[in-house]
């Protein structure tokens, strides 16, 4: 059975940095398709980030440039490490997990099977 768990949330101040961090654990999830998504309140959940076959990275225009994807199949970690943070990006912040290796098209929720329960980042102005 495949478990995410986030970590790494906290409140910054605009031009800060965080690092969110997620452990991973099951067979085989390290050739899974690894994302990080996003809801703000009333919002509908996002993609930011994902990483397919370990390597290839895809974002979301209001972060590239300011987040980094990554991931460590020794340590089982998928990181996100976010700079020049802003306002606009406070928002619960979810690891997914989709067995697919590859995004259909753009990030998608529906390509992604497995959830963690979501680490809240809050940006002050």
């Known amino acids: 059975q495949v478990q995410l768990v986030e970590s790494g949330g906290g409140s910054v101040q605009a031009g800060g940095s965080l690092r969110l961090s997620c452990a991973y654990s099951?067979?085989?999830?390290?050739?899974?398709?690894m994302g990080w998504f996003r809801q703000a309140p009333g919002e509908e959940r996002e993609g930011v980030a994902a990483?397919?076959?370990?390597?290839?990275?895809t974002y979301a225009d209001s972060v590239k440039g300011r987040f980094t994807i990554s991931q460590d199949n020794a340590k089982n970690t998928l990181y996100l490490q976010m700079d020049s943070l802003e306002p606009e990006d406070t928002a619960m912040y979810y690891c997914?997990?989709?067995?697919?290796?590859?995004?259909?098209?753009?990030?998608?929720?529906?390509?992604?099977?497995?959830w963690g329960h979501g680490t809240q980042v809050t940006v002050s102005s």
């Open positions: 997914a997990a989709g067995p697919d290796p590859r995004l259909r098209a753009g990030i998608q929720v529906s390509d992604f099977t497995y």
């Open positions: 099951g067979d085989t999830i390290s050739s899974y398709l």
């Open positions: 990483i397919e076959e370990e390597s290839h990275t």
